[in-house]
């Protein structure tokens, strides 16, 4: 009771000291007090912002705060740094193997990261979709400040693919690092005992390859009748070696059978399909529309999109058409599903891939009829539009890849045509020969 008294006692003093005072100088006093504020406040902030733009300048060495100071040599870190220091103090590293069933949801979840800073990020990924679903084995690496602020990660996709998220000017930036490694070719020969597929296998080809081969000379050769004893056949196989190690990728570029009457030939040109030794189409064509029936374009592909509220650059890299829910969606061209699955801001989304040169991808589906791995064929019924994922309404986004870069898939140059056409001809004879060299035969 006595402090309390005591207390208004002073402010009533202080209260009739203020008002006692000429109207300039309570302004000034007024005045005073908002400029001492604003320099406590001010340079807090500022110091707070440079400090990050220093941590996301990190190269790749230990940020780790525990053995920061102890193990890295002031004149190491002025060498990387020059003079400016960064501050280390807080951030920590991450660094996770995927298990099944982990989430890129449950990892924040678990490093007390918000769900916005997981939404931006997977916004970013829908170019690479590789995010919505992680793979058992894949390795993930989270650099995280003090203020539990996401700063960069990394994520090990497989031997080839790296890709890194790094937040810079309070936005994710990316990059996906893919190392090229090297292709090299194998001739895999045998003669025919009894069933193709066992003998292929026993000359060391994967079911896959000879999938593949099957699927190539469908049209022309029937492997379970034409087939006879001591047949015989060549296949020549691209595989690719990622740091001396088999990256599972491959492409099989050159087919021979040998029967007794006839000899059938299948060569992959450059534009990802098989033609016969004449330049003879083995594939159908390629089209233009993923629709039996035509809808109308909602939104084109443009590289240069501003979104409309945060005025950034924000690619569209596909073309939207709008689709009823439910619209049947058909592959543009033979290939094998690279990816299928579910990503938060994509939906429902298919991945195919139409040898090495173009990819095709379709998103916000209701349905997915494909699985990873399947060979489907131009015409293939893949899947439905839907609204999934962040959508603002029922459509088809559809993407078509050259050489892993988007697009415009209403203008890209397509081989719709059913034999090679005559200003590649020239190119295809090369190529034709070189791996009819490789595989040691000769046209009849
Ligand atoms: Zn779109």
């Known amino acids: 009771m006595l402090l309390l008294n005591r207390l208004k006692a002073l402010l009533k003093t202080f209260a009739l000291f203020i008002n006692s005072l000429p109207r300039r100088h309570f302004f000034a006093l007024i005045l005073l007090l908002i400029f001492l504020l604003?320099?406590?406040?001010?340079?807090?902030?500022?110091?707070?912002?440079?400090?990050?733009?220093?941590?996301?300048?990190?190269p790749p060495i230990s940020v780790s705060s525990d053995d920061y100071p102890v193990a890295e040599p002031i004149a190491a870190v002025k060498e990387v740094y020059g003079e400016v220091f960064p501050d280390f103090?807080?951030?920590?590293?991450?660094?996770?193997?995927?298990?099944?069933?982990?989430?890129?949801?449950?990892?924040?979840?678990?490093?007390?990261?918000?769900?916005?800073?997981?939404?931006?990020?997977?916004?970013?990924?829908?170019?690479?979709?590789?995010?919505?679903?992680?793979?058992?084995?894949?390795?993930?690496?989270?650099?995280?400040?003090?203020d539990s602020k996401l700063l960069?990660?990394?994520?090990?996709?497989?031997?080839?693919?790296?890709?890194?998220?790094?937040?810079?000017?309070?936005?994710?930036?990316?990059?996906?690092?893919?190392?090229?490694?090297?292709?090299?070719?194998?001739?895999?020969?045998g003669s025919v005992t009894g069933s193709f597929y066992l003998d292929a296998k026993e000359a060391g080809l994967s079911a896959g390859q000879i999938q593949q081969v099957s699927s190539v000379l469908q049209d022309k050769f029937d492997f379970n009748r034409q087939l006879r004893f001591g047949d015989s056949f060549h296949v020549l196989v691209a595989k690719q070696y990622i740091d001396g190690e088999y990256s599972e990728d491959s492409e099989v570029l050159a087919i021979m059978i040998k029967t007794r009457r006839q000899n059938y030939t299948a060569f992959l040109s450059?534009?990802?399909?098989?033609?016969?030794?004449?330049?003879?189409?083995?594939?159908?064509?390629?089209?233009?529309?993923?629709?039996?029936?035509?809808?109308?374009?909602?939104?084109?592909f443009n590289p240069r999109r501003l979104h409309p509220i945060t005025k950034r650059i924000s690619p569209h890299n596909g073309t939207d058409f709008a689709a009823p829910i439910g619209t049947k969606i058909y592959s543009v061209g033979d290939g094998v599903v690279a990816r299928a699955g579910y990503h938060p801001a994509a939906g429902n989304y298919i991945v195919i891939k139409h040898g090495r040169k173009y990819t095709t991808r379709f998103l916000h589906?209701?349905?997915?009829?494909?699985?990873?791995?399947?060979?489907?064929?131009?015409?293939?019924?893949?899947?439905?539009?839907?609204?999934?994922?962040?959508?603002?309404?029922?459509?088809?986004?559809?993407?078509?890849?050259?050489?892993?870069?988007?697009?415009?898939?209403?203008?890209?140059?397509?081989?719709?045509?059913?034999?090679?056409?005559?200003?590649?001809?020239?190119a295809f004879v090369q190529r034709r020969d070189l791996f009819l060299k490789e595989m040691g035969q000769e046209i009849i």
């Open 38 to 58: 604003i320099l406590l406040f001010i340079p807090g902030k500022k110091s707070g912002k440079k400090t990050i733009k220093r941590q996301l300048e990190l």
């Open 89 to 146: 103090s807080g951030n920590r590293e991450v660094q996770i193997e995927i298990k099944a069933g982990d989430t890129l949801s449950d990892i924040f979840q678990k490093e007390g990261l918000s769900a916005a800073q997981l939404q931006e990020l997977l916004e970013v990924d829908k170019q690479y979709l590789r995010l919505g679903n992680l793979l058992p084995g894949q390795k993930v690496k989270l650099l995280i400040s003090a």
């Open 152 to 189: 960069a990660l990394k994520v090990m996709i497989d031997l080839a693919n790296t890709l890194t998220f790094t937040l810079k000017d309070d936005q994710y930036i990316s990059l996906l690092e893919t190392k090229k490694g090297e292709w090299r070719n194998s001739v895999f020969q």
């Open 270 to 300: 450059e534009d990802g399909r098989y033609y016969g030794q004449d330049g003879l189409g083995l594939n159908k064509a390629y089209r233009r529309f993923p629709f039996n029936q035509k809808y109308r374009i909602s939104s084109s």
């Open 365 to 426: 589906l209701s349905k997915i009829y494909v699985r990873q791995g399947q060979r489907v064929e131009m015409g293939h019924l893949i899947g439905r539009t839907g609204n999934t994922g962040r959508s603002t309404g029922a459509h088809l986004h559809y993407e078509f890849h050259v050489y892993d870069r988007p697009v415009n898939a209403m203008k890209v140059n397509l081989p719709l045509s059913k034999e090679v056409p005559k200003d590649q001809m020239k």
